[in-house]
């Protein structure tokens, strides 16, 4: 792990096939890469799979992508250098991951929860990294996403959202969903009955539409 800027977890495919699709998860606030790498065992063996971790020690425990100021609509980011610099440490580190695995034509997956899913957003929308699919899930929209002059559309979104989500409301989602459409990008919405966390019938559905989208 030492060319690497950010810990990782890592899982390679228990099945073999002739397609591999490679799926980062990226973990929300005050958690780590293990955090969200428990789902591994519920999703497809076929996947080659990736947690990573995010850089700043969290003042709640864990770790954070950004420093917070609340969940309030604009208030969600303490210092948009922050941002940034995740944004670079990410994609820096999937690029090399994909140089490492030698995963040229591999179907690329995004998956992140809460702050996971504004970093899945960021990536997927600045357009550097390519992957096919990307899935925001009960996360904010970055407002400095919204004022980018130039926005990526070539990956399809996945966004999922929790009913009784105490943390972001369902409005959360709905800002995403509308900001991808008014982007034409093919963008889907799944409602999944829960809290602010990721619920078994949430993970069957995203591990399908990876393999749909996969060709699998």
């Keep these: 792990m030492s060319d690497f800027s950010l810990p990782y977890l890592e899982r390679e495919p228990r099945e073999a096939s002739s397609i591999r699709p490679l799926l980062i998860l990226l973990h929300g606030r005050a958690a780590e890469a293990k955090t969200i790498f428990s789902i591994e065992g519920l999703l497809d063996p076929r996947f080659h799979i990736l947690s990573i971790q995010a850089p700043y020690p969290s003042n709640i425990g864990g770790f954070e992508w950004f420093p917070m100021k609340g969940y309030k609509e604009g208030e969600e ?23 490492r695995l030698n995963a040229d034509g591999w179907p690329l997956f995004l998956w992140g929860f809460s702050q996971g899913a504004a970093m899945s957003l960021i990536i997927g929308l600045r357009g550097k ?32 959202h929790g009913t009784e989500d105490e943390v972001l409301p ?47």
């Design 77 to 99: 980011f303490e210092n948009e250098n922050t941002i940034e610099n995740s944004e670079q440490l990410l994609e820096g580190d999937i690029q090399k991951h994909l140089i």
């Design 129 to 160: 990294i390519r992957p096919i699919g990307v899935i925001p899930m009960s996360g904010p929209l970055p407002e400095p996403v919204t004022h980018w002059l130039n926005i990526s559309d070539v990956s399809q979104y996945l966004v999922m």
């Design 170 to 216: 369902l409005s959360t989602a709905n800002k995403i969903v509308h900001f991808l459409q008014s982007h034409n990008i093919k963008t889907e919405y799944y409602e999944y009955r829960g809290r602010h966390k990721m619920t078994m019938d949430s993970i069957g559905h995203g591990n399908n539409w990876v393999k749909g989208l996969a060709g699998l």
